[in-house]
């Protein structure tokens, strides 16, 4: 549909409806997803991969530049190519590429919860953006952000309940296991904490903060060219160190001080996978709102390189160098993720 308006959507919608026999009945929420021109398809798969568990309208507005003529042009995927869902792509030029609520409020679903998520780079405040203002839950990805360690900041200095970061949900699976792990070795005093990955990612600062705040431990995050993703987690103890360790995507070793040596099935996580337990829930994660606001700026965190041992940086002095200056502390560096953003 080339040239048009949210209201001959929903009227075409209706049509392709009542052709079809395709019900609205079932969908639990609407999936907004703001993308940019060439980005939106790897968004919209990821999106019907979750729509299986969680059936919903997705509405797309992919960014055009705006300095072409104003126009709206859409497409409409109902059926096996949207999964569960219906999926609507807008297409919107000149004054139309920034998304508005005005723009998708005729396409959404009546009484259901909204979700906004941005793939990509997101706005300087997602909470007060205009689609973000009327959405219930607001997903970002700072990991594929231009700016990775910038983009990190300007979260937590932008917080508000509601608000969630898929490089949070990546190391999912991480945080289960040490947590479990902890559980099982009973009370024990962890003097150290050590992260290494290929580089110093969202994903690995994060996780750190998390560890950190909750053991009451220093960590320090080591960026290494010489590995894949995120892929060791060391807790230091006064009895030796308990290790998980990564060397493949898909089973990690656990070794322990006095125990013997044990495999456990902790596969890298894709995109689709992080965005179908984000669509689990739509109360705040305060967790992760903990981590993001008080975590991040109180922690002790250390990041250096592998490669250059003796330079490292505090997690504060390197958040400082970003917001002054808007670019990553150089040891932090831009992130390397794999291209399906599994760094957990």
């Avoid at 309940?161 to 990546?170: E, I, K, Q, S, V």
Wanted: hydrophobic share 40%; charged share 25%; aromatic share 4%.
């Amino acid at each position: 549909m080339e040239n048009t308006t949210a209201a001959s959507i929903e009227k075409k919608l209706n049509e392709l409806r009542d052709e079809n026999g395709v019900v609205t009945l079932g969908r639990v929420l609407t999936l907004v997803i703001l993308a940019q021109a060439g980005h939106s398809e790897m968004a919209v798969e990821a999106a019907n991969y979750a729509s299986h568990e969680h059936p919903c309208r997705i509405i797309v507005h992919v960014a055009h530049p705006g300095s072409e003529e104003t126009r709206l042009d859409a497409q409409l995927r109902m059926g096996g190519d949207a999964g569960a869902s219906e999926v609507i792509l807008l297409h919107g030029y000149g004054e139309l590429a920034e998304p508005t609520e005005t723009l998708v409020s005729a396409l959404l679903l009546p009484d259901a919860p909204i979700v906004a998520w941005w793939p990509h780079d997101f706005p300087q405040n997602p909470s007060a953006s205009s689609i973000g203002r009327i959405a219930h839950r607001r997903i970002t990805d700072s990991s594929r952000a231009d700016e990775p360690f910038e983009s990190l900041a300007q979260l937590s200095r932008q917080y508000t309940p509601g608000d969630t970061d898929l490089a949070w949900t990546r190391i999912t699976n991480w945080r289960v296991q040490l947590a479990a792990v902890l559980d099982q070795v009973g009370p024990v005093t962890v003097r150290e904490i050590v992260l290494e990955g290929v580089a110093v990612a969202p994903s690995m600062v994060l996780l750190g903060v998390w560890l950190s705040t909750r053991l009451g431990a220093p960590a320090t995050i080591v960026g290494d060219p010489a590995r894949r993703a995120l892929d060791r987690v060391a807790l230091i103890t006064d009895d030796g160190a308990v290790e998980l360790d990564r060397p493949g995507r898909s089973v990690a070793v656990l070794t322990q001080p006095g125990q013997p040596e044990q495999q456990i099935a902790m596969p890298v996580r894709d995109l689709n996978a992080c965005l179908a337990e984000e669509l689990r829930r739509l109360d705040a994660d305060e967790v992760y709102g903990e981590v993001i606001t008080r975590g991040l700026g109180s922690a002790r965190i250390t990041t250096r390189s592998a490669e250059e041992p003796g330079t490292a940086v505090t997690l504060g002095k390197a958040m400082e160098v970003a917001d002054d200056t808007g670019e990553s502390a150089e040891v932090v560096g831009e992130s390397t993720e794999a291209p399906d953003g599994g760094t957990a």
